[in-house]
């Protein structure tokens, strides 16, 4: 269970070039205020990639609307 006022949110980070999401992680909302955006393994296309930030609550491999 959360804590009240609790500033870290999970969110989910999506492929910019499968638009898979498969990687979660927490952020300190008051502290990165703009968009993570991390370089990690795809196993889909087998090499690094670019992963952005999204809202975790999207459906399981949902990539957000353009």
């Known amino acids: 269970m959360a804590k ?4 870290r949110k999970l969110i989910g980070l999506v492929s910019e070039e499968s638009g898979e999401r498969i990687y ?9 205020t703009e968009k993570l955006s991390l370089k ?6 087998r090499k690094h990639v670019i992963f952005t930030e999204t809202k975790k609550n999207l459906g399981r491999n949902e990539a957000p609307k353009r």
């Not at 009240?4 to 500033?7: D, P, S, W």
């Not at 979660?24 to 990165?32: A, G, I």
């Open 4 to 7: 009240k006022g609790e500033k």
């Open 24 to 32: 979660y992680t927490s952020k300190n909302t008051m502290n990165t």
């Open 40 to 45: 990690k393994y795809s196993p889909k296309l």
